[in-house]
């Protein structure tokens, strides 16, 4: 019995969640990620790819991302401060060039979510663990945002050192932390989103 | 819960508050597909860079701390609620 009402929870938690605007779900001919960039960040991707080589972006989107979704989590705090009450248009880090985001592809975010789901909140341990990361980054109420690559049109490529926030790691073995290649170091697949409108994306209460 | 201003906030996903003891403290939205915050409490050195360069400054150390959250062991969790 205490299956069926985890599920119901999960499932009412992923579909009703707190949904900002509907963005179109509607299957697109691909369009190729360096047409949505602008120049810098078209010069960056190519640079990137260039290193990552013979891996690039359109490889990675094409291999981890076919749904053409991304999601990522925040903590409920940061997510009230930084999202909601600074009134943000874009979600990340922002400077004079756009606004940079880590997101990985929707559907290993929600199964995670899913799976850490016990009752009526989720278990920090089990979310964790399912996406190589440290159980204190998942402690307390979180949000899980979930964009539309292709209709919010925004500018996707590997990630690369020099973007903001970035934690490079010191040594093979450290885990919460950047290493180049589209990977984070627990193995989730990662892109580095540019401009993600806060407007478009569906944003889910996770408790 | 103590009372704390806000003097300065940035889209780089920082704030640098004020404490009720005048205390400047930093906080910093770190993390990649899964972020959280942590809160570093500036010192002497740093409040005087600060009142002197401003946001040149916070945004420096902001990156320093997101680059490097444990802070070498300075930085910790913000309060909940």
């Avoid at chain 2, 640098?16 to 942590?38: H, K, N, Q, W, Y």
Wanted: negative net charge; charged residues 20%; proline residues 7%.
């Amino acid at each position: 019995m205490s299956w069926m009402i985890r599920g119901l929870l999960v499932s009412t938690l992923l579909l009703v969640g707190c949904k900002h605007a509907a963005p179109a779900v509607t299957p697109e001919p691909t369009t190729p990620v360096a047409e949505t960039c602008d120049a810098k960040q078209q010069e960056v991707s190519k640079e990137a790819d260039q290193r990552a080589a013979p891996w690039s972006i359109e490889q990675h989107l094409a291999k981890n991302f076919p749904e053409g979704s991304v999601s990522w989590l925040m903590k409920e705090g940061p997510y009230q401060t930084f999202v909601v009450q600074s009134g943000a248009k874009n979600f990340g880090r922002c400077d004079d060039s756009g606004c940079y985001l880590f997101a990985a592809p929707s559907s290993v975010i929600q199964e995670a979510v899913k799976k850490s789901m016990t009752g009526a909140t989720h278990d920090p341990a089990v979310l964790g663990q399912a996406l190589g990361l440290p159980a204190k980054n998942f402690e307390g109420p979180l949000r899980m945002m979930t964009l539309n690559l292709r209709a919010s049109g925004s500018c996707v490529r590997l990630p690369v050192d020099a973007d903001p926030g970035v934690w490079k790691c010191q040594t093979e073995q450290d885990t919460d932390c950047f290493k180049f290649g589209g990977y984070t170091s627990g193995g989730v697949p990662e892109v580095m989103v540019i401009n993600a409108p806060v407007a478009q994306a569906v944003v889910t209460e996770i408790p | 819960m103590s009372r704390e201003q806000v003097v300065h906030q940035s889209p780089l996903l920082y704030r640098v508050l004020r404490e009720e003891d005048g205390t400047l403290v930093i906080e910093v939205v770190v993390g990649g597909i899964a972020m959280s915050a942590v809160r570093v409490r500036l010192t002497e050195a740093e409040a005087e860079a600060f009142t002197r360069e401003g946001s040149a400054f916070s945004d420096r150390l902001a990156k320093d701390i997101m680059a490097s959250p444990p802070f070498g062991g300075r930085s910790y969790d913000p309060p909940t609620g």
